[in-house]
T-cell receptor, first 112, second 114 residues
Framework: SQQGEEDPQALSIQEGENATMNCSYK?????LQWYRQNSGRGLVHLIL?????RETHSGRLRVTLDTSKKSSSLLITASRAADTASYFC????????????FGKGTRLSVIA | GAVVSQHPSWVICKSGTSVKIECRSL??????MFWYRQFPKQSLMLMAT?????????EQGVEKDKFLINHASLTLSTLTVTSAHPEDSSFYIC??????????FGNGTRLTVT
């Protein structure tokens, strides 16, 4: 079952602008991950944040996690047309060998 | 890095036929594989969890007799869509765990049932 909502569902920005996507989840987690998916293609893992972390970053990506609000945000800075894709958050629970549970995703369009 | 190979990339079949999708971990042993389904413009929905040498665990609402999963070895899991119908047309993605995080994903199989 899905964890929750991503917000917004779709986002269109100009190249060079920053893009912020939010994700909410329902249950306690071990970690939260963000993935990217180009249309009709497989998933690319972007970044992971553990439940005891509040913020992490990698290159142009910055992720925050608020476990009290059960929410996370992904910030892509200085966006490029090549960043156009769907972005999903996914959570891993605390118990055993649990699968990823995906949010509904945000479709990002970066206009050159 | 770890690689998961999924085959075929796309398949078109007639209604009533069965289709087998393979998911292989190429350079690691995957004790657990997960199968997801994704309808157009929607998120990935977990269908089942497959552990090597045991029966798969299906999510609620997923028919185990329709979506047969076999995980006979540490490097191969198969998903067979039996008696496929147009409503089974979807994007199917497998993922595998080598004991670490994150999961490794295949590139997906686009199934179209006519």
């Amino acid at each position: 079952s899905q964890q929750g909502e991503e917000d917004p569902q779709a986002l269109s920005i100009q190249e060079g602008e920053n893009a912020t996507m939010n994700c909410s989840y329902k249950t306690s987690i071990n970690n939260l991950q963000w993935y990217r998916q180009n249309s009709g293609r497989g998933l690319v893992h972007l970044i992971l944040i553990r439940s005891n972390e509040r913020e992490t970053h990698s290159g142009r990506l910055r992720v925050t996690l608020d476990t009290s609000k059960k929410s996370s945000s992904l910030l892509i800075t200085a966006s490029r047309a090549a960043d156009t894709a769907s972005y999903f958050c996914a959570t891993v629970g605390n118990s055993g060998n649990t699968p990823l549970v995906f949010g509904k995703g945000t479709r990002l369009s970066v206009i050159a | 890095g770890a690689v998961v190979s999924q085959h075929p990339s796309w398949v078109i079949c007639k209604s009533g036929t069965s289709v087998k999708i393979e998911c292989r971990s190429l350079d690691f042993q995957a004790t657990t594989m997960f199968w997801y389904r994704q309808f157009p413009k929607q998120s990935l929905m977990l269908m089942a969890t497959s552990n090597e040498g045991s029966k798969a665990t299906y999510e609620q609402g997923v028919e185990k007799d329709k979506f047969l999963i076999n995980h006979a070895s540490l490097t191969l899991s198969t998903l067979t869509v039996t008696s496929a119908h147009p409503e089974d047309s979807s994007f199917y993605i497998c993922s595998a765990r080598d004991g670490s995080t994150p999961l490794h994903f295949g590139n997906g199989t686009r199934l179209t049932v006519t």
